[in-house]
């Protein structure tokens, strides 16, 4: 399958024609921007629709908070937060639902209960049993760029030429998935924005981020509401829109195929005119 024809579940996304928008339903009562807002599962259903409503192509669901400096949640613990959710959604949104998690029992739970995605942070460096299980059930994957565990993450940040740095953990990491059975066109890959990286290195990625699809595979971006953006700012997360939008449309300039987002109505209209503006499809004339 080409990059430009992606299934995930029974969608099939043509990333040559329309950037697809990545909603993020965090359940958790701790994640940087909205932790505690859709941490029990009717909440969490509630929101689902509500980002379809709003454009969402795919939904993300992840219980454990990933931000830097945070704690690791047990196994049992995330699968309490995620899988009623999953169970709850599946087949009612009428889209793809994504499992954010490093974790392969949870994964494979999540799998079990109607996630169609498997969306690593850790890239299958951080559980052995990811990188198998994936190959297993032949489902979707991000592989994702982190600077090691996300408690640590933002201690010792070195890179020689970021960029070039995360290209070729990319290369060695296809490698690895390759040997583990994981076929390449099932494969998206992320850079991880803010996972390990320091303001420079953020806009680096950004700036450059389109060098990364030269590898085949489709590029997401995850740049919402990143404190990068309040560096550059100076504002909290839930003040961030603008310099999100700015952000997507900047990853949309260089041809990402998938934006991973909290404000998925402002991304999506967004999304409609970039796509145009730069060139994935034509405009049409309305009466």
């Given at each position: ?22 909603g993020?339903?965090?359940v ?6 909205d932790g ?8 969490a259903?509630?929101?689902?629709f509500?980002l ?8 993300d669901i ?9 704690e690791r949640?047990?196994t049992?613990?995330e ?5 009623p ?5 599946k ?10 998690t ?13 996630a ?10 951080f559980?052995?049993?990811m990188a198998?299980?994936?190959a ?9 760029h ?11 940040i ?5 960029v070039d ?22 494969i998206?890959?992320?850079?991880g924005i803010?996972?390990?990286?320091k303001?420079p290195?953020n ?6 981020i389109?060098k990364f699809?030269e590898?085949?595979?489709p ?13 550059i ?8 829109l ?6 997507a449309?900047a990853?949309?300039a ?24 730069f ?8 009466n």
């Amino acid at each position: 399958m080409s990059v430009n024809a992606f299934k995930i579940g029974n969608a099939v996304f043509n990333f040559a024609e329309k950037t697809a928008i990545m909603g993020i339903l965090n359940v958790t009562p701790d994640s940087f921007s909205d932790g505690g807002r859709y941490d029990t599962a009717w909440k969490a259903v509630e929101h689902a629709f509500r980002l379809k409503a709003d454009g969402a192509d795919i939904i993300d669901i992840g219980g454990e908070s990933t931000r830097p400096g945070s704690e690791r949640l047990s196994t049992e613990a995330e699968m309490e937060r995620v899988i009623p959710v999953i169970e709850s959604l599946k087949g009612k949104p009428g889209l793809p639902i994504s499992i954010d998690t490093y974790k392969a029992e949870v994964a494979r739970r999540a799998l079990d209960a109607g996630a169609d995605l498997v969306n690593d942070i850790s890239g299958l460096s951080f559980d052995p049993e990811m990188a198998a299980l994936v190959a297993e059930r032949g489902c979707p994957l991000v592989i994702m760029h982190t600077l090691g565990d996300p408690k640590i993450m933002q201690n010792e940040i070195r890179y020689a030429d970021p960029v070039d740095d995360i290209r070729r953990y990319f290369e060695e990491r296809l490698e690895f998935a390759e040997r583990k059975g994981i076929a390449k066109d099932r494969i998206i890959l992320d850079p991880g924005i803010g996972f390990g990286k320091k303001l420079p290195h953020n806009v680096a990625l950004i700036r450059h981020i389109g060098k990364f699809a030269e590898l085949g595979c489709p590029i997401l971006l995850g740049a919402s509401r990143k404190s990068f953006i309040g560096q550059i700012l100076d504002l909290p997360a839930d003040e961030r829109l603008e310099g999100s939008l700015a952000a997507a449309a900047a990853g949309i300039a260089q041809g990402v195929s998938m934006l991973r987002v909290h404000d998925v109505k402002e991304t999506s209209r967004l999304r409609d005119v970039c796509d145009i503006l730069f060139g994935k499809r034509e405009a049409e004339e309305r009466n």
